[in-house]
């Protein structure tokens, strides 16, 4: 038996890296269903091999995953998130998390309900019956005032949203997958790079804007969550972070890296998830009658206590979450030799794990490209292996937003639900991929009054 894995052949110089770049969705699944569950690629200067079996998710995520670290596939991503929770490793990482981990306790995050929820209101004051509206536009803008009033203990302008908005486009099209970028530095003097670092720039100067506004007021400023933590300081990240840069414990750049990472990284996902469940809902009419009958049902505006009762909700954006995973690939590196499914995988190999691939894989799931929110019902779930999905990551590393992103997404689809049918009117979606999966183009909903 070879110890080599198979893998598609690739062209000189750029190996497989043209063909991901065109289209990384279809060449994901293509080589998928040809290769099976170990599959060596030649995506760039190290061996790269992507594993397509949630058993082998579970071993890189759970049992061994201190053998698997954070890769630096990109010296711009250095440039944009530094050393946040997203990429620090080690001593660094476990520090952070445990520093940020009150901001994101059980109680903390369910207090957040009636912020989240007025947010959607003003944002729906600015609808009417018969609107047109890019939806993910209007998502996007309001998870940004959510995840700065909920992380960062404060309330953040429209011109600094629309400031925000405008300066992810640069952001993404640094990072879509390109053969030829794959090996020009971030700080080669090219145009791509040049709005890339200005667009850096801005948005650390928003942050900066929100960090001086509450200095000084980290230790008494009212928590948008309450007391839900018993606490008689305010426990936001922001809060929490300027309180450790008063002892020593964190330096400026500290403090920029963990809210660039939060300010990007925690809205942009769950704005992602929104879109892509409003799109499949108005795309399927009897799901949709189904979850307006379950959101109508609720007495007043939706709270956390309620979201634990909203069962078809819940299916539906977990079947949403399936079929269009806003992170449709976690890439890990192997620290040591390792072997998986009888193959070697060198040390400072790089590792993918495709959630794209193994979410919609009719080895897991039957029919799997249908948008069947049912499936997500406890005794079907509980016939598949647990890491069939995984849309947060899993093991240590998971997202540590990811039971505040989950409420955040059912309060706003709630809230919303109650007031408008929306009907979709743009093209058949295309994807692009950046950091995250995007549409290529506008989601336009037209809006109805109910």
Known sequence: MSTRPPGPRGEPVFGNGRRYSRDPFSFMSDVADAYGDVIRLDLGPRETYMFTNPRDVERVLVSEWAAYGKPNLDDAVDDLLGEGLLMSEGDRWRRQRDLANPAFHARRIAGLDDAIVGHTREAMADWSDGDRIDVQLELARLTVRVIVTAMFGTDITEERVKTVQENLEPLGRRFEPNAIRAVIPSWAPTRENRQFHDAVATLEGVIDDLVARRRG?????????????????????????????????????????????????????????????????????????????????????????????????????????RLYPPVYTLFRETKVDTRVAGYRVPEGSLVMLPQWVIHRSDRWYDDPLTFDPDRWAPERAAERPRFAYFPFGAGPRHCIGKQFSLLEAKLILATVGRAFDFAYEGPDLDLRGSLTMHPDHPVPMRLTSR
Do not use: N
Not at 223 to 233: E, L
Not at 248 to 265: F, K, S, W
């Open 217 to 321: 007021t980290e230790e008494t400023a009212p928590d948008p969550a309450g007391d839900a933590v018993d606490s008689p300081m305010p426990m936001d990240l922001l809060s929490i972070l300027l309180r450790a840069h008063e002892r020593g414990e964190q330096t400026e750049g500290d403090l920029r890296d963990e809210l660039m990472t939060m300010l990007l990284a925690g809205h942009d996902t769950t704005a992602l998830a929104l879109t892509y469940t409003f799109y499949l809902l108005s795309q399927h009419p009897e799901a949709k009658e189904r979850f307006q009958r379950e959101v109508d049902a609720l007495d007043g505006d939706p709270t956390a206590a309620d979201v634990r009762d909203l069962t078809f909700t819940d299916r539906v954006l977990s079947e949403a979450m």
